[in-house]
């Protein structure tokens, strides 16, 4: 339907299924740099991606590891959050002087903190942040699993993973440790 954003990894856009009609998001996946090794991960987290089901995560319904149709790129496809994100809540309220409320806030971190229970029963995400929190109506969605890590694998900031975003990641990540759902609590 249209062209929503480009990320890190890829580029995202607004489906439509033919038959029914249900609006989704589609992301490609950049794999051309990647390490065999890296390229199994991927898969491999991909496949665990798609087993998370919570209302504040952002469903993941099919991942393509490019082999199915070789003349494809990998891809997802996800359910499509059409507010913004958390990032934008937060540049519009400061812009406009309306801070949150102490039960606004209660309500975000309790709704992310579910999110990431379910999240970490499978990966850590390494990647929370406010641009990763989707919003669909009243929900908030936690989203991108580009930098996602399966729970206890060693950190290998020098692959495709990289390290997130400098104002959350957590110092354990920079020092080259396991990856803890201790990680994705510090950058909440």
């Known amino acids: 339907m249209e062209f929503i954003g480009r990320g890190s990894f890829g580029d995202v856009f607004k489906i ?6 249900d609006v989704f998001a589609l992301k490609t996946i950049s794999t051309s ?11 491999n987290e991909g496949q665990l991606a798609t087993q998370i089901i919570h209302a504040n995560v952002i469903r993941i319904f099919y991942f ?36 949150f409320t102490n039960s606004e ?15 970490n029963a499978k990966l850590v995400h390494r990647d929370i942040k406010p641009d990763n929190i989707l919003i ?34 957590a110092p354990e990540a920079w020092r080259g440790l396991p990856n803890t759902p201790q990680m994705d609590i510090y950058s909440m």
């Open 16 to 21: 439509k299924e033919a038959s029914s009609g």
């Open 33 to 43: 740099y990647l390490k065999e090794e890296d390229l199994r991960a991927l898969v």
């Open 64 to 99: 393509h590891d490019g082999h199915t149709h070789r003349h494809l790129p990998p891809y997802i496809i996800m359910e499509y959050a059409s507010g913004g994100t958390l990032a934008d809540l937060i540049a519009n309220r400061l812009r406009d002087g309306e801070p």
């Open 105 to 119: 806030l209660v309500e975000i971190f309790t709704q992310l903190s579910g999110g990431m229970k379910a999240i």
């Open 136 to 169: 669909d109506g009243v929900m908030l969605k936690i989203s991108d699993f580009g930098l996602a890590k399966i729970v206890d694998v060693a950190t290998r900031t020098g692959t495709f993973k990289g390290i997130g975003h400098i104002r959350y990641t």
